[in-house]
C-alpha cells in the first residue's frame, strides 16, 4: 500500500469523499483507471463517494468498478451525505454510538 502525501491520512479508516463543492471534473476514463490501480484502502475499510450530481457520478462508478475488479468490495456511490455516512459508519458502529474513524477527502473547485 503506497504511502500518501497526507500524514493524517489512515487507510484502515473508512473514507468519505466528498464531491459536493466540485464544479468541473476534468479527468479522463484512462485517468480514472490509473488511480483505481493503486491500493490506498485496506482491504476492510469502506470508502463512501458523495456525488450528488451527475459532474462526479461516471468518474466515481468507474473507479468503484475498477476497485471490484482489484477485490476491493468496500466501495459505494451516494448521492446523499447522510446515506453516505450512514453506510461508511455502520460497519463500526457500537453501542456507544459512531467512531471518529473517518477521513474526509474535500473534492473542491
Not at 456525488?51 to 477485490?71: C, I, K, Q, S
Request: glycine letters at 6%; aromatic letters at 12%.
Amino acid at each position: 500500500m503506497p504511502k500518501l502525501l497526507d500524514p493524517d491520512f489512515n487507510p484502515n479508516y473508512s473514507q468519505r469523499m466528498d464531491f459536493t463543492r466540485a464544479t468541473k471534473f476534468d479527468l479522463s476514463a484512462a485517468g480514472v483507471r490509473i488511480l483505481a490501480e493503486r491500493d490506498v484502502f485496506a482491504p476492510d475499510s469502506r470508502c463512501a463517494f458523495v456525488v450528488p450530481t451527475d459532474l462526479a457520478f461516471g468518474p466515481a462508478r468507474r473507479y468503484g468498478t475498477h476497485r471490484e475488479a482489484a477485490a476491493e468490495k468496500g466501495i459505494r456511490i451516494f448521492r446523499k451525505m447522510d446515506e453516505a455516512l450512514h453506510w461508511v459508519l455502520a460497519k463500526t458502529a457500537g453501542s456507544k454510538g459512531f467512531p471518529a474513524y473517518l477521513n474526509t477527502i474535500f473534492i473542491a473547485p
